[in-house]
Structures are given as structure tokens and as C-alpha cells.
């Protein structure tokens, strides 16, 4: 329930502008003035549920089929965007499997310690000490 509850949390807080880096900072140094933060009002950072937004938006906007200079500039302004999103989830999932490898680490050592197994021969054994945990859970049935 906590993992679904600080997933939530981090959905609404996330900048889907890409003005923002995944620590929240301003991405102008990183990725240039096309993606600096232009205050509160520039993102819908914090907003979180639903939204009442007076003005059609789509998913994915809609692609221009002109032929002029200002569909090329759309369109490259939307290759730019999709860009600077894959980036900005692909921080999010390595900081993901970093913590996710954090609290397998942490799983072993508690087990380690509980069993008195060196940590490395944990992942090795753990087969055997789950059936032997489900054994001890097992009713005990006595015959008279």
C-alpha cells in the first residue's frame, strides 16, 4: 500500500513539461532554454487528480500534414518533447532499480542475519529456506 500511495505522490509531482529534472530543479543547464522553468504556472506539477482544463487535450497531439515552415517547426518541437521525456523516464526507471536493488540487498542481509548464512550464499539457499519456513507454518497433526 505504501509503494502504491509514494507512487501516486510521485506522479502528480512529476513535470511532464520537461522543464524540470528529475530532482525538480530548473533543466535550462542541462538540456538547454527550450526546456527552462518559467514559474509555477508553466507546469501542472502538484495538481494531481483530476483537472478541469477548458481546452482540448489530447494524449498525443495531432501531427501537422502541411507543407509549410511553421508545421516543420512543430514538428520539431515535438520531436524535441518526445526526446526530453524518454530521457526524463529513463531516469525515472534507473532510479527505480536502483532503489528496487537497494531493498533486495537489504532483504538478504536481514535474512543473512536471521539464518547466520553469509550474505553471498543467500540468493543460493533461498529456495530451501522458504520451504523450510512453510514447513514450520504446516499443522502439526498428532495421533493418539
Known sequence: MRNVEKAVVNEDWFDWTGRTDSEGNDARDTVGPSFQW????????????????????????????VDSPAALIRLRTMKIWHLRMEELMKARL????????????QCKKIISLCTGIPIDRVEGMLENLVI??????LPVIRTP
Not at 508553466?42 to 500534414?65: K, L, Q, R, W
Open 132 to 137: 523450510a519456513v512453510r514447513l514450520q507454518q
Open 94 to 105: 534507473k532510479a527505480l532499480q536502483g532503489a528496487s536493488a537497494e531493498k533486495e540487498y
Open 38 to 65: 518559467r514559474g509555477l504556472d508553466s507546469t501542472m506539477v502538484g495538481i494531481g487528480g483530476s483537472v478541469d482544463i477548458s481546452f482540448n487535450v489530447d494524449v498525443e497531439p495531432p501531427i501537422p500534414i
